[in-house]
Antibody
Framework: QVQLVQSGAEVKKPGASVNVSCRASGYTFTSHVMHWVRQVPGQRLEWMGWINAGNGDTKYSQKFQGRVTVTRDTSASTAYMELSSLRSEDTAVYYC????????????????WGQGTLVTVSS | DIQMTQSPSSLSASIGDRVTITCWASQSIASYLNWYQQKPGKAPNLLIFGASTLQSAVPSRFSGSGSGTDFTLTISSLQPEDFATYYCQQSYTTPLTFGGGTKVEIK
């Protein structure tokens, strides 16, 4: 069965960076795009970007451009999301989510999700 | 960016009730509209994609309709496990955007 397992909660100071991992199993990792979505407490879900796990291509929301970097390690079937220059407003649960189709064209639909990683930014 | 608006933001209903949630897009998105259910402390779960196609293993009491800018999620007979927050999401173009959510509570 498809599973996405994320790394544990993080507490960071303003200005720092955070790296969240997402280990995939139960399917061919390189056949799907992996998205990153966040949820600030009490607010709507927010799409951050995706990585084509096959060829490493990325696409980011302009809101996070320059601060977010998504990478992958195909040998470990793991995707990573790094968010830099953290501020208090970045306190949120961060999710990885698999795209529902096998790569091209990207469906931009999320059929499996990780359990979420709480990132708290506080001085 | 395409703005997604949901109504109502919350509703109270009883077991067995028919529930309808509406989602509007700020511009036409054809049928590129998905619905998710989220329970407290859990990740969202895909219910419907392409405005009206039921995801595998989702009960048939859930249905979706609409195209262009106006969309609807209907639960034909509300069950105890359906109390949750529901989100619409457009997959027409990036940045992908979500509605503000509709919380379905027990009356």
């Amino acid at each position: 069965q498809v599973q996405l397992v994320q790394s544990g909660a993080e507490v960071k100071k303003p200005g720092a960076s955070v790296n969240v991992s997402c280990r995939a199993s139960g399917y061919t990792f390189t056949s799907h795009v992996m998205h990153w979505v966040r949820q600030v407490p009490g607010q709507r879900l927010e799409w951050m970007g995706w990585i084509n796990a096959g060829n490493g291509d990325t696409k980011y929301s302009q809101k996070f451009q320059g601060r977010v970097t998504v990478t992958r390690d195909t040998s470990a079937s793991t995707a990573y999301m790094e968010l830099s220059s953290l501020r208090s407003e970045d306190t949120a649960v961060y999710y990885c989510a698999r795209d529902s189709t096998e790569v091209v064209p990207v469906a931009d639909t999320f059929d499996y999700w990780g359990q979420g990683t709480l990132v708290t930014v506080s001085s | 960016d395409i703005q997604m608006t949901q109504s109502p933001s919350s509703l109270s209903a009883s077991i067995g009730d028919r529930v309808t949630i509406t989602c509007w897009a700020s511009q036409s998105i054809a049928s590129y509209l998905n619905w998710y259910q989220q329970k407290p402390g859990k990740a969202p779960n895909l219910l419907i994609f392409g405005a009206s196609t039921l995801q595998s293993a989702v009960p048939s009491r859930f249905s979706g309709s609409g195209s262009g800018t106006d969309f609807t999620l209907t639960i034909s007979s509300l069950q105890p496990e359906d109390f949750a927050t529901y989100y619409c999401q457009q997959s027409y173009t990036t940045p992908l955007t979500f509605g503000g959510g509709t919380k379905v509570e027990i009356k």
